[in-house]
């Protein structure tokens, strides 16, 4: 299982909160049929000066010098006001030989607009036919899919707020009404502004979405970071918050 998280500050990036998320690759909540923390690679994502700079590695984020030295300089940079985070599990070999293939992943829409997009979830197969969501991983993982179709709804506009939310809930609902999945849980961002959604099949304890507001900065995660003290909140299902870097925040429902 997966594990995101994305922050939107009017100060600098936390420190606390980079080094609290390195920290479930190894001590995340898992699935009953996940044995193991996402240990398969991690990806950094990030807005110096409003030009994104994006850092993925192989292995584990808890013994990665790599790691420590990309949290360090988001948040020593006072232009680095949006991040993106993700740790991958994945026990495909071909995948892991891909480095394209690590999250969060990032792509155009047709104007020209940069969006950055971690996920977090499992979609298997189609109702009807049986047939995979993903039928080859190593051409397109599942991640890959709902992002292509997100940008591919932005298509043609200018992707303002509701633009953006509407078309997060229409991938959302068509393919979880088209295939069997866990959960659908994503971030996205353009720099600016914070899409968090979730989006589960049943709740339980492995699936969640959790944010927190401090008074410079909005997190979310997939679990509490254990650094940061202030008080999280769970987003509830076919929820989705979006927070930009002046802490705007909104909550709807999907």
């Not at 394209?100 to 104007?111: E, H, I, M, R």
């Not at 179709?149 to 939310?165: D, F, H, N």
Request: proline letters at 5%; a positive charge.
């Amino acid at each position: 299982m997966c594990r995101l998280l994305c922050i939107a500050t009017k100060g600098i990036i936390p420190h606390t909160a980079m080094s609290g998320f390195k920290r479930l690759a190894r001590k995340g909540k898992n699935p009953p049929w996940s044995k193991s923390g996402p240990r398969s690679g991690w990806g950094i994502g990030y807005y110096p000066g409003g030009k994104l700079r994006l850092v993925h590695e192989f292995g584990d984020a808890t013994t990665s010098v790599r790691y420590d030295e990309v949290s360090h300089m988001a948040s020593s940079n006072p232009d680095a006001r949006v991040l993106l985070g993700q740790m991958l599990c994945t026990p495909s070999r071909e995948l892991l030989e891909r480095r394209d293939k690590l999250a969060p992943f990032s792509g155009a829409d047709t104007v020209g607009k940069q969006w950055l997009f971690a996920f977090d979830g499992r979609v298997g197969e189609n109702r009807n036919t049986g047939e995979p969501f993903a039928p080859d991983p190593v051409k397109e993982m599942a991640f890959e899919r709902i992002f292509r179709e997100i940008l591919a709804g932005l298509r043609g506009g200018s992707s303002g707020q509701e633009e953006v939310r509407a078309t997060i809930g229409r991938v959302l609902k068509a393919t979880a009404a088209d295939y069997r999945y866990d959960h659908l849980n994503l971030a996205l961002t353009d720099g600016n502004t914070v899409y968090l959604a979730r989006y589960v099949d049943a709740e339980t304890d492995w699936n969640e979405l959790n944010y927190c507001r401090t008074a410079r900065a909005i997190i979310g995660c997939s679990e509490p970071l254990p650094t940061i003290e202030q008080k999280w909140e769970k987003l509830g299902n076919r929820q989705l918050l979006h927070f930009d870097r002046e802490l705007d925040f909104q909550r709807t429902d999907l």
